[in-house]
């Protein structure tokens, strides 16, 4: 991003968030009433609450906001915080992750599956902060590398404010740019995000919109993969940019558009509550209510004495909850190769209409409606569990290229689907906490689809301190995506009939302290994936290459999947040694590839310079032993499983970074080296097949907080 620009977009934002002081309305220092029951206030900076909620109901759920200076290096990399994600090299790429718990997609939560491999850039509902502030806020986040030719620059910006106590809203400005260090690799992607929230003891209500663009430049890998792992066999040795790549003048772009409200209204009564923070009785509470004026008032003697001037507390209990949600998405994806006729050859395998260029495109348009009642948890003894019944509408449309006598025309798929469901929820209680909610889908034609999901929490204590165990997983039956059963292109075509999918996982994890264990099976039957095809040819100098197309496969029978994860932290004074280890298994390694073992390890010193300058200074690895990673395909922006004929295995080479990482008051910024052991010629650097990983690079971060 030119310097300039980056000047324009901190002024504007210091202006904003300095002239909404003086237009919003002073806001009382306590929160307690805003956050009622729902969101805990502790380790917030500056009077910043934040929350985010979930996607069906608008169920507050606490966070903290992302101001934490531990691994903020780490936002900058496409593999994730604690590096468990595949990707193509370059920054926003896209990415999939190795262990397989992360990887959950289902048709109930939307069915525009291309979405999926930018999760690094896209945010759903879940990932959207909502945020309550003493005082105007605004952040901006600044990551970048390389130079104007080959570098990487992500910057994000933040603004919230409120408008009085109860009303607070906001907006943020999120822009990649990643050159790409290889040959037709760049990124390019924008979010802009307006947000609003209303919390108060009767009405609570959730809105955002929410635009993104992406467009992601396609090479199809390196030629030949030697370039990188001998090129002592190649009379010249090639640097990055000169590496010859399968595909250029090739593009995926995608256009993420959703508009989000959720809104709820609670049907309660007002009771008393003395200066103890008992419960006045039902028959002096009925009194007070009616001579309750301001903070006290006057009631009788239970023995006729004179009236007594006792100060009593009113408190809202709510009884019923009654919520709607609303969602309307709008996506589109277009594929794009203007690459010359040789080359586009030499890539593709099918052509299903003539042309030298492709120019795919399709177009995902879903209208959701839900409703639900809930009768609040805790009304009596006998009702310690919250029951929420809802009923949802859902409106989809696909449009596809089609082929009609040789041209070509836009073809529409419509869906309309009903829902029915109900969840029963227990959120207080510091002991024991669960959920457990269960759903049915149809079209009136098709029967069958199910889901249901749950989560049981166990806190006790144990040895000073206390163990947490959660129990959680889902049974779903669904009809796989439309895009497994449709698809239109130049490059890949299909229609197919599928059966339906059906998943079973149940996870158990156990925390204390540093340690955290997680355990996890899953079993699937009719597991629907995307198969890599790969066709050899000889080129006219006699080197052999392989042309491509994809295509979906469903296995028969039944796929299972086992994974153990340990994070376990140490510290002994200044030092830290942070660890992720996982070991997985599957009984089908070509249609669901896994490691059999991944790590992340981080080793730093934590200290402070002159009291005041918080001070990390580390070194961190990812390494993960061989197997048939998944491919990817630029046709579909999908990661598939390689051809079985010409498999190749990755892994067994280690990734190791080190940084400075300084924490100043509001500041925070840090200093990184990627890929420190990188050496030209020595193993493998890829995490997706013939993708090579960029090499070292020097990258620079720095986050500012203005509070007004």
Excluded at 120 to 131: G, N, P, S
Excluded at 159 to 169: D, L, M, P, R, S
Excluded at 174 to 201: C, K, P, W
Excluded at 372 to 380: D, Y
Aim: charged share 20%; hydrophobic share 35%; with cysteine.
């Amino acid at each position: 991003m030119p310097l300039k620009l980056l000047h324009i977009v901190i002024f504007l934002l210091s202006f904003l968030s300095i002239s909404a002081q003086n237009v919003i309305q002073e806001i009382d220092e306590s929160r307690a009433e805003f956050l009622s029951d729902s969101v805990v206030t502790e380790n917030v900076p500056e009077g910043i609450y934040a929350w985010n909620i979930d996607r069906r109901f608008g169920v507050v759920k606490q966070v903290p906001f992302d101001t934490v200076p531990h691994l903020f290096p780490r936002e900058a990399l496409t593999d994730g915080k604690t590096s468990r994600y595949n990707f193509t090299g370059n920054l926003g790429a896209p990415r999939v992750s190795r262990i397989f718990i992360d990887e959950a997609p289902t048709s109930f939560n939307g069915q525009f599956i291309f979405k999926s491999p930018f999760s690094y850039f896209l945010k759903d509902t879940e990932d959207i902060l909502f945020t309550n502030t003493k005082s105007p806020f605004t952040n901006i986040t600044y990551h970048e590398c390389g130079n104007k030719q080959h570098g990487e620059d992500h910057i994000t910006a933040n603004f919230a404010v409120n408008a009085g106590k109860k009303t607070g809203f906001g907006f943020r400005l999120d822009y990649l740019y990643g050159r790409g260090y290889y040959d037709a690799q760049a990124t390019s992607m924008f979010n802009g995000m307006v947000f609003g929230s209303h919390i108060s003891e009767r009405y609570k209500l959730h809105i955002y919109y929410s635009a993104n663009h992406l467009k992601i430049a396609e090479n199809g890998g390196i030629e030949n993969d030697a370039y990188e792992t001998t090129p002592e066999s190649f009379p010249t040795s090639y640097s990055e940019a000169d590496m010859p790549t399968s595909l250029n003048k090739t593009w995926n772009k995608l256009n993420v558009n959703t508009f989000y409200l959720t809104h709820s209204y609670n049907i309660g009564y007002t009771r008393f509550l003395d200066k103890k923070g008992n419960v006045v009785r039902l028959e002096s509470n009925r009194l007070a209510s009616k001579f309750y004026q301001a903070d006290s008032l006057a009631t009788n003697g239970t023995n006729g004495a004179d009236s007594l001037s006792v100060t009593l507390t009113p408190q809202f209990v709510p009884v019923t909850q009654l919520t709607h949600t609303f969602r309307v998405d709008h996506h589109n994806r277009r594929f794009l190769s203007n690459a010359s006729k040789t080359i586009g050859e030499n890539y593709f395998q099918e052509y299903f209409w003539t042309g030298d260029s492709a120019n795919d495109y399709t177009k995902y348009l879903r209208v959701e409606n839900t409703l639900a009642i809930e009768l609040r948890e805790g009304l009596n003894k006998w009702m310690k569990a919250g029951i929420r019944l809802f009923a949802k509408h859902e409106f989809q449309r696909f449009t596809l290229p089609d082929l009609q006598e040789g041209r070509l025309y836009d073809k529409r798929y419509t869906e309309n689907y009903i829902y029915l469901g109900a969840q029963i929820i227990k959120t207080t209680g510091r002991t024991f906490r669960y959920n457990l909610l269960g759903e049915l889908r149809t079209t009136g034609k098709r029967w069958g689809e199910f889901n249901i999901e749950g989560q049981a929490t166990l806190q006790v204590p144990f040895l000073k301190d206390s163990l947490r165990l959660s129990l959680q997983g889902y049974v779903r039956n669904e009809r796989p995506s439309f895009y497994y059963h449709h698809y239109h292109a130049r490059n890949a075509w299909w229609d197919t009939d599928l059966d339906n999918q059906f998943r079973a996982r149940i996870s158990f994890d156990a925390s204390w302290r540093d340690t955290h264990l997680q355990l996890f099976l899953e079993n699937i039957q009719k597991y629907t994936y995307f198969q890599e095809h790969l066709s050899p040819y000889t080129t006219d100098e006699g080197l052999q290459r392989y042309r491509a197309a994809v295509s979906v496969a469903q296995k028969k029978g039944n796929l299972q999947l086992f994974g153990a994860t340990l994070r376990q932290n140490f510290h002994w004074g200044i030092f830290h040694w942070d660890n992720e280890l996982t070991l997985q298994a599957t009984t089908d390694s070509e249609a669901f590839p896994l490691p059999l073992f991944s790590a992340w390890t981080n080793v730093y010193l934590k200290f402070r310079i002159a009291k005041v300058l918080n001070t990390e200074f580390g070194t961190d690895m990812t390494f993960f032993t061989k197997y048939y990673a998944p491919a990817y395909s630029p046709t579909i922006a999908q990661f598939a499983s390689q051809d079985t004929s010409e498999r190749i295995k990755l892994g067994a080479y280690p990734i190791i970074n080190a940084y400075l990482n300084f924490h100043l008051k509001r500041t925070r910024f840090y200093l990184m080296l990627t890929h420190l052991n990188y050496s030209h010629g020595s193993g493998k650097p890829f995490l997706v097949p013939h993708y090579p990983l960029n090499r070292l690079i020097i990258r620079l971060g720095i986050s500012w907080n203005f509070i007004n």
